[in-house]
């Protein structure tokens, strides 16, 4: 890594994405906090465009580029939260976007994509496969390739949504977000650590994707790793910027077992009536089953998305429906 990320980075990320993110609520949960023994405090990103955090951190990218780069459009290799983020941050900028899909791609986020203005562009169910479509994308196009977790302007992106709620809820005794590639960990170390120096961060992650804490471990970053998670954010290895960052200052990493994020998601959908996705969870879920002792402490939360599909679910109720005829 030749440049390092500060709190300045995140700064101008602020102000670039002003005139197009939302400002996300911060909700609380009397279930959660009595389910915990502390104060929790979620910021809501599953209410953010496109229905996660990945919007801040395109934006900030697309922002930052200079005219010729955005003449040219970008491009990136996604099949969910990443692709639906860097197709609208594109639209509101006016540019083509490339978004580079596995042929598997779940079809409510291809067409969201679309919706978005995103040109999609199939690539095989592989991780070589869309490496090799996405460098031939780029090349026959001349466009910019907005990383989803490892640019610094990402991360300096995603750093924005712990801003905003240390700005709205001030002291902070312990702040958890959830870590796949480590661009919404990172961010969020780096502007927690300016805002408030004395505040414990922590990672969570689910065990059965757990590279990041093995990465942070050994010294050593993890790359060959088959992840066996229902949160499907979560499953990327940690990039080479969000390794640094995360190595020089992060607290802890805390694991949780998959019935314990689909238990937690049920909670949060249940009692405090959030629609969040199985990423989300995972930094729910260490409060909810005693992973950290948050006992008389003011606790902040990144929810990072709520796009879950609801497919299966409706497909069921019709079934239901038709069933007793």
Known sequence: MTERLVWQDVEKARSRIAPFARRTPVETCRTVDEACGGTVFLKCENFQRTGSFKFRGATNTIASLSPSERARGVYAPSSGNHAQA??????????????????????????????????????PATH???????????????????HSHDDLRV????????????DEIGELDLLLAPVGGGGLLSGTLVAAR??????????????????????????VRVMDFVPRTIADGLRTPLGENGFEILRRDLDDIVLVSEKEIVNAMRFVWERAKLIIEPSSAVAVAPLLFGKVDVRGKRVGVILSGGNVDFGPYFAALEEQVHGSR
């Open 128 to 146: 070589e496969g869309r490496l090799e479509m996405a460098a031939r994308v780029g090349e026959e196009t001349g466009a910019t390739l907005v």
């Open 86 to 123: 860097v197709a609208l941050a594109a639209k509101l900028h006016g540019i083509p976007a490339y978004l580079v899909m596995p042929e598997d791609s779940n079809p409510t986020k291809v067409v969201a994509t679309r919706g978005y203005g995103g040109r999609v562009v199939f690539c």
């Open 194 to 219: 300016h805002l408030l120096p004395h505040v414990t961060v922590m990672g969570c992650e689910p065990e059965g994707a757990d590279d990041a804490a093995r990465s942070l471990r050994t010294g």
């Open 155 to 166: 991360i300096a992106g995603q750093g924005t949504a712990a801003w905003e709620l240390i």
